[in-house]
Antibody
Framework: QVQLQESGPGLVKPSETLSLTCTVS????????WSWIRQPAGKGLEWIGR???????NYNPSLKSRVTMSVDTSKNQFSLKLSSVTAADTAVYYC?????????WGQGTLVTVSS | QSVLTQPPSASGTPGQRVTISCSGS????????VYWYQQLPGTAPKLLIY???QRPSGVPDRFSGSKSGTSASLAISGLRSEDEADYYC????????????FGGGTKLTVL
């Protein structure tokens, strides 16, 4: 079955760019929307955005100015970049494949913003 | 401040029926499907209900969803200790270029 795994630095300095990659295994990345969602400790879920395998994107309006997503179909991976991070961006970041009938999530990776 | 509004907490005793509400607007719940997720401590959210009232394979029929207008509800009957978790509602929002929106989450305690 399809599995997702997030990877990337667990510590990012303030004002720098957070970069994460999600590797999809057990199935093709093609013809789906791929999302990033985050969750600060003890708080709720926040959708960051999604990318289709064609490269079309939708971003959370509150984060849009700082978010860039990309997809590499040859590697079955998609990526997130969040620029100008602050302590408020500290959270567990999840990648997910969300359709109208299914929802597959990675286990999540903690990213801490600190100097 | 979440776009969808849920009560922060709910509780019940084993065997009871509990409902969790989710309130939105015409641009999200009012015009799109509602989804419900269950999140156990330290784990990723798990899809519990899709398309307002459909259960994925493996989800017990003790869990049911409904939607009316711009509000939705999750009902859990025959409450069990393992149902103690955080529950989130979600919907697509048609505002601007579109985005997924979540409720703030409801912490369910089984007394």
């Amino acid at each position: 079955q399809v599995q997702l795994q997030e990877s990337g630095p667990g510590l990012v300095k303030p004002s720098e760019t957070l970069s994460l990659t999600c590797t999809v295994s057990g199935g093709s990345i093609s013809s789906y929307y791929w999302s990033w969602i985050r969750q600060p400790a003890g708080k709720g879920l926040e959708w960051i955005g999604r990318i289709y395998t064609s490269g079309s994107t939708n971003y959370n309006p509150s984060l849009k100015s700082r978010v860039t997503m990309s997809v590499d179909t040859s590697k079955n991976q998609f990526s997130l970049k969040l620029s100008s991070v602050t302590a408020a961006d500290t959270a567990v970041y999840y990648c997910a494949r969300v359709t109208t009938v299914t929802s597959i999530w990675g286990q999540g990776t903690l990213v801490t913003v600190s100097s | 401040q979440s776009v969808l509004t849920q009560p922060p907490s709910a509780s019940g005793t084993p065997g009871q029926r509990v409902t969790i509400s989710c309130s939105g607007s015409s641009s999200n719940i009012g015009s799109n499907y509602v989804y419900w997720y269950q999140q156990l401590p330290g784990t990723a959210p798990k899809l519990l209900i899709y398309r307002n009232n459909q259960r994925p394979s493996g989800v017990p029929d003790r869990f049911s969803g409904s939607k009316s207008g711009t509000s939705a509800s999750l009902a859990i009957s025959g409450l069990r200790s393992e149902d103690e978790a955080d529950y989130y509602c979600a919907a697509w929002d048609d505002s601007l270029s579109g985005s997924w929106v979540f409720g703030g989450g409801t912490k369910l305690t089984v007394l």
